[in-house]
């Protein structure tokens, strides 16, 4: 049991090139969500998905884009990288329900120089 | 919509003592989940405790507990008997009963404990 993997850990892109962080978790939730993490604003929802081929946005979805084809896959792609999105991202995964919180993973560092 | 607000962005205190971590909460939802994160320097999120907004007591988890005031609508945490371990970013998140659940955070507060 994976818990939710992230891939690439670190990544730096110059800007205007576009890349895809991905995003699998094994444990059938149904609930997956892309955040990105900057000094001194906490969490901030890029989108979020409430089942395979369900997909919204969240509170920062410009520059981003996602699908949700399986239930086990969230990518979330960068379609044109900008300095502005530095930053650390994070996907998270849950079951349906205000009880259970989200399972997050570990994180992608990404710079865009 | 759903707001967290945390408003110490640091805190310092001496090891063994408790710490209160403040967290306030705003949403039109009668059904939601309050939540704290910690998040060490090495980046990943850990889940410490949660609160149901119909839930009656307190939530607990071993030295953490959860002081809830539905009417302040707040949601601090309270670490007993701080640990050196305990230094890290803590974060306040509320999950909606309605619609997508989203899970909204709050600023965080660092704290460092000093021996």
């Known amino acids: 049991n994976a818990g939710v993997t992230q891939t690439p850990k670190f990544q730096v892109l110059k800007t205007g090139q576009s890349m895809t962080l991905q995003c699998a978790q094994d444990?059938?939730?149904?609930?997956m969500s892309w955040y990105r993490q900057d000094p001194g604003m906490g969490l901030r929802l890029i989108h979020y998905?409430?089942?395979?081929?369900?997909?919204d946005q969240g509170e920062v979805p410009n520059g981003y884009n996602v699908s949700r084809s399986t239930t086990e896959d969230f990518p979330l792609r960068l379609l044109s990288a900008a300095p502005s999105q530095t930053s650390v991202y994070f996907c998270?995964?849950?079951?349906?329900?205000?009880?259970?919180?989200?399972?997050f993973g570990s994180g992608t560092r990404l710079t865009v120089v | 919509a759903q707001k967290i607000t945390q408003t110490q962005p640091g805190m310092f205190v001496q090891e063994k003592e408790a710490v209160t971590l403040d967290c306030t909460y705003d949403t039109s939802d009668p059904s939601y989940g309050l939540f704290w994160y910690k998040q060490p320097s090495s980046g990943e999120m850990i889940f410490l405790i949660y609160q149901g907004s119909y839930d009656q007591q307190n939530a607990t988890e071993g030295r953490y507990s959860l002081n809830f005031q539905k009417a302040r609508k707040s949601a601090n945490l309270v670490i007993s008997a701080s640990q050196l371990g305990d230094s890290a970013m803590y974060f306040c998140a509320m999950r909606g009963g309605k619609g997508a659940q989203k899970l909204v955070f709050g600023q965080g507060t660092r704290l460092t404990i000093n021996p």
């Open positions: 998270a995964s849950s079951y349906s329900g205000i009880n259970y919180g989200y399972t």
């Open positions: 998905s409430v089942g395979a081929g369900i997909t």
């Open positions: 444990m059938n939730h149904e609930y």
